[in-house]
């Protein structure tokens, strides 16, 4: 049966959106976190007596967040679908480990490739990752917590089991050339998480397999009652979660030049705060990619107005912490508020 998308609106009652997430209900004009973000800005300009607007110090806020904004776009999907997805760390840097490894000129344990085969085989690996989750998701019962905790501890197996705990350090030195580019002033990873943002904003907003994403997470028996294909949506959403993960494991590797398999052990963490710190619920059905890049640049600059003002590292834990409960709680007393 054909599904347009008109006909995926979640069923009167749920907590979802139409696809989109519109509401023509009044609401705080552009979000309550786009306020918040505007009063961070104004108060690390002032507690940093200008420093923080310098042109360098901006781009260094976007350059340091650009990985966990690709990783927080990848668990959005997971998230709007009412799921959660824990692999998607593990699966950025493996995707790294391949890409690192494969276009080395001295490779550890994959045969060498040309750059540009090397990056497919990286987005495979992210693509191959999601499928699976998405399969067993979309043909079984078991929660998406539970299945993706899984897939995390075998992907971190099998990432140990082939570098034998080994970093990549020599990975083509195209890819470093590529972090340290500019184009203007703007580092090319910043312009590469920038394309991603419109591309998922673009799948999310204007595709039929975005409008389904949001029934399915609105309400799964009545998306399915109306012909929605969940479990083929389901492999959809989790295999673009796998690709974004990738994605965001190549940006790493521009970054750093080299990686190993256990960096980036809180990317699945600071994916899932950013997403709750946009004001994207974990009850599914609602949320949009801007959201995303809210709650990523909300807590970047936090932290980069931390590391301005010399607070302790561990400090600053506890302050993204308090970050995150504030912006959970601030979020349901709105959605209360409109009655959601």
């Given amino acids: 049966m054909t599904?347009?998308?008109?006909?995926?609106k979640p069923a009167t009652g749920s907590t979802a959106q139409p696809a989109g997430g519109k509401d023509n209900r009044r609401r705080i004009p552009g979000g309550a976190m786009v306020w918040v973000l505007v009063l961070l800005i104004i108060a690390a300009i002032?507690?940093?007596?200008?420093?923080?607007?310098?042109?360098?110090?901006?781009t260094t806020v976007l350059y340091q967040t650009a990985v966990v904004g690709v990783l927080a776009m990848a668990q959005a999907y997971a998230v709007i679908s009412k799921g959660l997805d824990l692999s998607i760390g593990a699966t950025a840097i493996l995707a790294a480990l391949v890409i690192g490894d494969a276009s080395s000129a001295d490779p550890q344990f994959l045969p060498h490739l040309p750059l540009p085969l090397a990056i497919l085989a990286g987005l495979l690996v992210?693509?191959?990752?999601?499928?699976v989750n998405g399969f067993i998701a979309g043909r079984t019962t078991v929660p998406p917590f539970i299945i993706t905790l899984s897939t995390y501890l075998v992907i971190v197996g099998i990432t140990f089991m082939l570098t034998q705990g080994a970093?990549?350090?020599q990975p083509d030195q195209l890819l470093k050339d590529l972090g340290d580019a500019r184009v203007w002033i703007l580092p090319v990873p910043v312009l590469l998480w920038f394309v991603l943002i419109v591309i998922g904003?673009?799948?999310?907003?204007?595709?039929?397999?975005?409008?389904?994403?949001?029934?399915?997470?609105?309400?799964?028996?009545a998306a399915r009652l109306s012909g929605v294909p969940v479990p083929r949506i389901k492999v959809f959403i989790y295999a673009a979660a796998g690709v974004f993960a990738?994605?965001?494991?190549l940006l790493f590797l521009t970054r750093t030049g080299s990686v190993s398999p256990s960096a980036g052990s809180?990317?699945?963490?600071?994916?899932?705060?950013?997403?709750v710190v946009g004001g994207i619920p974990l009850s599914g059905g609602q949320g949009k990619i801007r959201d995303v890049v809210l709650g990523v640049l909300i807590l970047g600059i936090a932290g980069n107005l931390m590391n301005l003002m010399l607070?302790?590292?561990y400090l600053q834990m506890a302050v993204q912490g308090a970050i995150i409960l504030v912006a959970v709680g601030a979020n349901q007393r709105l959605a209360q508020g409109r009655g959601d």
């Fill in 167 to 169: 970093p990549v350090t």
């Fill in 201 to 221: 904003h673009l799948v999310l907003s204007r595709t039929k397999q975005g409008a389904m994403l949001y029934s399915v997470g609105g309400n799964e028996t």
């Fill in 266 to 275: 809180e990317f699945m963490l600071m994916s899932v705060a950013a997403v």
């Fill in 3 to 8: 599904v347009s998308q008109s006909e995926t």
């Fill in 126 to 131: 992210g693509l191959l990752v999601g499928v």
């Fill in 246 to 249: 990738a994605a965001a494991g």
């Fill in 311 to 313: 607070i302790s590292p």
């Fill in 46 to 58: 002032v507690l940093s007596k200008g420093v923080f607007i310098r042109p360098s110090n901006l």
